[in-house]
């Protein structure tokens, strides 16, 4: 008798324990979540608006990965040039005219090929004139120019060139065209309202890239990317110029105080999000959580009945 | 004075005989009869945490200014149903990890049905004498995923308020009344006045609820009245159950399952997020999310609708849609209807109508096993198409061949699995001494570095002798030490 209790309790004594072990491992990290309200931070100016010192494109915006941020150089240099418009926190900047020889040298090595020595475009890709430095800033700081291969669409990876000489192929193609197109953001957060950003992000833009911001594929091998790299100066800069299978949107339809309170609402509540209760599960919602309902919720009780009960 | 004042209520409400009876039920001891008691107790969480959330859940969608704690939210124009959500989530003590144990306990107690479902299916249990209790069975099934679709929207977020609207257009697809429905069910055009979250709060909370609880009783007062099926074994007949009588063994059992059970949910409950309603957003009927699927137990459904071609023809003149209709209605209708009319099926089918205690073994009935099979296919397969979205981004296939490798393998893979399973029992019933206990084999290394096998002998229990059923006695003598109940004791009912 004694021998068969025993024996009964090796198994759930082993299961708790190692599902113990598991949660413990898996979980420590939300824990530290659980902390009082208000359960969100703030806006604050996570983008400092550029100084006479600090020139704005490069040390203030350091993209999510290492390779971009901007070098030392870059800081004593005055990259910034003249601000064509500012409003509500957003300023959008032609990048400085002594950027355009050394962008020559770049774009002539490394875009020439297929965009046209005087970026006019080929019969393998698009005319870059008149797009202005915002639209090519996108396109390189986010790594998918230069592209990979000629795919559906060009993916996001990380990026060639670092900050400085991003800012230089922007203004060499800006030179092109001076005056025309979109400038390079810069966000000042520190007045945004992340509210307002919920209901704008959840009308213009959970539609393909979700609610969760997570992404997700379209139709024909399109997909809407991640918004978890993105920053600030990113999101404008797609809002404005609409890359790839994106809607462009012009201060008509989102005004600039709207596209900074959306940027906000990427950077701060997209990317961190509050996430009480647990293990996230991947945040892809009920796929994920029907298979741990079933696999580990009845699975774990099934193995409990056959534990309670006989085998045979 | 326990003794006296049992007999004070036995006096006057004369429950003793019934309950003699009722403690010496014979409960059978395999474990695959205990899934049954995982929807059972995960319902008994259900209610608990119900209550709960009821307790600090508004049903209205009358629009206030959000002033909770959640930041992002603060200031916007929110459903009181919704911020009351989102207020049980982060204003009100232990209000999260409540809101999750209900719905982790929601997916639990479908997806322990269906393992219960399939046990019942593949041994047989559903024929002559139990055939009503298997229909009751299969509508608490169905009222239980219209339970979980309902309480799934109550919090009036952009992702369960999408699914109302699919439910809306599904029941709009109906021919001839199906705009009459809709209309009559959200009180006018979609999305109706603000009457739906109010109207789905009390079909949640109390209409659907109290009907499962009424069929509940029904299922388990068959079970007693019709007694136990049991799998063939020594001293099993058609005529006795062997097992544990329900007092003390089989109630210490499943009081300690009850615990367990509530033990997993409440685990998954604080460690795993579900539904976190508050990164979605309030529901507003002009905005949508991407990547949305319902819960698991309706996957199977949202899958179908996925998959479905666009076929409409025009005639008589309407243009007939029928990528609705056909997938949203029709066949979770014709899906249904097989799960009720099974047991009536199959008894035309085998022509067998004699009484049927004893359990078959999947094996020894290759056709229904190989047809439960076929069933379980579909329904993972177009459970798994409701994901299309997922699993085109997770492995960057283009979500068009995803969508059309899903309309074939739905054909193909549970034909497949028809012929496979059916093989495979086929296989199983003619191998020689599958299903009965081995002898051991005794080698044996002679004096000369020889090595000679011989099989040992024969043990008790290897041949299958029928021991006589000993009755239960009407009037048990607690002292005679041979009616103890021990671990080795078993009494024989009926």
């Known amino acids: ?219 024909y091998g399109a997909y809407a990317p991640s918004l978890h790299l993105a920053t600030a100066t990113q999101v404008v800069e797609a809002i404005r110029s609409g890359p790839g299978n994106m809607p462009h949107f012009s201060e008509g339809n989102i005004t600039n105080s709207e596209a900074r309170d959306i940027a906000a609402y990427v950077t701060e509540v997209i990317q961190h999000p509050v996430d009480r209760g647990g293990f996230g599960l991947g945040g892809i919602g009920p796929v994920g959580e029907g298979f741990v309902a079933l696999l580990f919720g009845v699975g774990v009780l099934m193995l409990v009945a056959f534990w309670i009960g006989e085998r045979s | 004075m326990i003794d006296s004042s049992l007999r004070w209520v036995d006096d006057r409400l004369g429950v003793a005989k019934g309950g003699r009876t009722f403690l010496d039920k014979v409960f059978p001891d395999h474990w695959s009869f205990m899934l049954g008691e995982i929807a059972l107790y995960s319902f008994v969480v259900l209610l608990g945490t119900g209550v709960f959330l009821s307790l600090y859940y508004i049903p209205s969608a009358h629009e206030i200014i959000y002033h909770g704690s959640y930041l992002p939210l603060r200031g916007q124009k929110v459903s009181e149903a919704y911020a009351s959500t989102v207020g049980l989530s982060f204003d009100v003590k232990s209000g999260l990890l409540m809101r999750q144990a209900h719905h982790w306990a929601a997916d639990i107690f479908l997806g322990s049905i269906a393992v219960h479902m399939a046990r019942v299916f593949f041994t047989g249990a559903f024929r002559k004498p139990r055939e009503l209790n298997w229909i009751v069975g299969v509508t608490m099934l169905i009222l239980g995923i219209v339970n979980g679709f309902l309480g799934y929207s109550l919090p009036d977020d952009l992702v369960s308020g999408t699914g109302i609207r699919i439910a809306y257009s599904i029941i709009e697809s109906i021919p001839l009344v199906g705009s009459y429905i809709a209309f009559f069910l959200f009180g006018g055009n979609y999305p109706g006045n603000g009457v739906i979250i109010p109207r789905f709060f009390i079909l949640h909370v109390l209409i659907v609820p109290a009907i499962i609880v009424g069929l509940l009783a029904a299922h388990l007062g068959l079970l007693v009245k019709q007694k136990h099926t049991q799998f063939r074994g020594r001293g099993r007949t058609e005529h006795n159950v062997v097992g544990s009588p329900m007092f003390p ?61 666009s076929w409409e023809f025009v005639g008589f003149g309407h243009t007939w849609p029928l990528e609705v209709f056909l997938p949203a209605v029709l066949f979770p209708g014709i899906i249904f209807n097989i799960f009720i009319a099974w047991p009536f099926i199959e008894a035309r089918h085998t022509k067998d109508l004699a009484y049927h205690n004893l359990l078959d073994r999947p094996r020894d009935r290759p056709k229904r096993t190989a ?99 000993v009755p239960v006695p009407t009037f048990i003598d607690m002292v005679p030490a041979e009616l103890a109940t021990g671990a080795g004791v078993r009494r024989v009912m009926r």
């Open chain 1, 1 to 219: 008798m004694r021998t068969l209790i025993r024996g009964r309790f090796a198994l759930p004594v082993a299961l708790v324990g190692v599902v113990g072990l598991v949660g413990l491992v898996a979980f420590t990290p939300s824990a530290a979540q659980a902390g009082p309200a208000p359960v969100a931070t703030a806006p604050t100016a996570t983008t400092a608006a550029p100084t006479a010192k600090a020139p704005a494109g490069a040390a203030a915006h350091p993209t999510a990965t290492a390779a971009s941020t901007a070098s030392p150089a870059a800081a004593g240099t005055s990259v910034t040039g003249s601000p064509l418009t500012s409003s509500h926190g957003i300023t959008y900047y032609e990048p400085a005219g002594s950027l355009i020889a050394p962008g020559q040298a770049l774009y002539a090595a490394s875009c020439a090929s297929c965009h046209g020595v005087d970026a006019a475009g080929s019969a393998r890709a698009p005319n870059l004139q008149g797009l202005g430095a915002g639209t090519v800033d996108f396109w390189v700081s986010t790594g998918r120019m230069p592209l990979a291969n000629s795919s559906v669409q060009a993916t996001r990876k990380p990026p060639r060139f670092n900050r400085l000489q991003t800012l230089e192929i922007a203004a060499f193609v800006q030179s092109r065209t001076p005056g025309l197109g979109i400038g390079i953001p810069v966000v000042n957060l520190s007045q945004a309202s992340l509210a307002a950003g919920n209901s704008l992000f959840t009308l213009n833009c959970a539609a393909c890239h979700t609610i969760t911001g997570a992404g997700d594929e379209l139709a």
């Open chain 2, 249 to 309: 063994t089989f109630m210490a059992k499943t009081t300690g399952f009850l615990f367990m059970t509530t033990a997993v949910i409440f685990l998954l409950a604080g460690f795993a997020q579900i539904n976190p309603i508050w990164q979605f957003g309030q529901y507003q009927p002009y905005q949508i999310s991407y990547a949305v699927q319902p819960d698991w137990y309706m996957g199977w459904l949202d899958g179908a609708l996925r998959i479905m071609p």
């Open chain 2, 371 to 469: 047809a439960g099979a076929m069933m379980l296919a579909l329904l993972f397969m177009v459970f798994c198409a409701s994901s299309t979205d997922v699993l085109a981004n997770f492995f960057q296939i283009e979500l068009n061949y995803v969508l059309w490798f899903f309309r074939i393998v739905v054909v193909v893979v549970p034909i497949l699995t028809y012929f496979v399973t059916y093989k495979i029992c086929q296989e199983m019933r003619h191998a020689e001494g599958v299903g009965k206990r081995k002898r051991a084999n005794v080698v044996v290394r002679t004096e000369t570095g020889e090595y000679e096998t011989y099989e040992s002998e024969a043990r008790p229990g290897d041949g299958h002798e029928e021991i006589e059923a």
